[in-house]
Structures are given as C-alpha cells and as structure tokens.
C-alpha cells in the first residue's frame, strides 16, 4: 500500500559526504514523522535522525552536527545529507515513515524502505 524507495548510498571516504533520499509512494493520505535509521553488521538497528510532519528534527548524539534530516511535503520524500562521513558511519541505512492511507484515516501505521548501504572507508 505504501513503498518507500531509498537513493544515494554508496563508498565515500573518510570527510566526505552523501545525500540519502526516500520516496514515499502509495495510498497515502498523510506522510507523518519520518525518519533515517541504520543497522552496521553485528549491531542492532539505531535511530539516526527523524523529522515530525511539521518539520521539528532530532538526532542522535552520535550525528549532531555532521548530519541534517530535511523533507519535502510536496514530492512526499525525506533526505538525509551527511557530512565529515566517519568508518563508524558505516551500515545499511533504512527510511521509515510514518503513514495514515486513504482507506483507513483512523490508523497510523509504520513503513519501511528496503535501505542503502552507506560505506566509508579510504
């Protein structure tokens, strides 16, 4: 019903920089928080950086600083730009989105993309 489809992982070197986006697609009647979480190998999925339907952004304390989450109501997307990229950045990053459809306005429900692999390393 809802399929989030993420772009723009891929090798960078230490200090450089990716742009991660997210697009939402589907029977979607209102795209509410979303959010950026990743999963390195041998570690449980964290969160990175979410965003609220009104714009409101937090972040863990691990990316402050270094990673900015921002949205655009209008393509139903989300982006995640991350900057001074560190090894210890490196995992499978995942969108997730939080949706009410079209055939049921009364429930808010979790989505999921597939993820992208971000990898630093020189």
């Known amino acids: 019903q809802v399929q989030l489809v993420e772009s723009g992982g891929g090798l960078v070197q230490p200090g450089g920089s990716l742009r991660l986006s997210c697009a939402a697609s589907?029977?979607?009647?209102?795209?509410?928080?979303m959010a950026w979480y990743r999963q390195a190998p041998g570690k449980q999925r964290e969160l990175v950086a979410a965003?609220?339907?009104?714009?409101?952004?937090s972040y863990s304390d691990s990316v402050e600083g270094r990673f900015t989450i921002s949205r655009d109501n209008a393509k139903n997307t989300v982006y995640l730009q991350m900057n001074d990229l560190k090894p210890d950045d490196t995992a499978f990053y995942y969108c997730?989105?939080?949706?009410?459809?079209?055939?049921?306005?009364?429930?808010?429900?979790?989505?999921w993309g597939q993820g992208t692999q971000v990898t630093i390393s020189s």
């Open positions: 965003i609220t339907g009104g714009g409101v952004t």
């Open positions: 589907g029977n979607i009647f209102s795209l509410n928080a």
């Open positions: 997730n989105a939080r949706v009410i459809l079209l055939t049921d306005i009364r429930l808010e429900s979790d989505y």
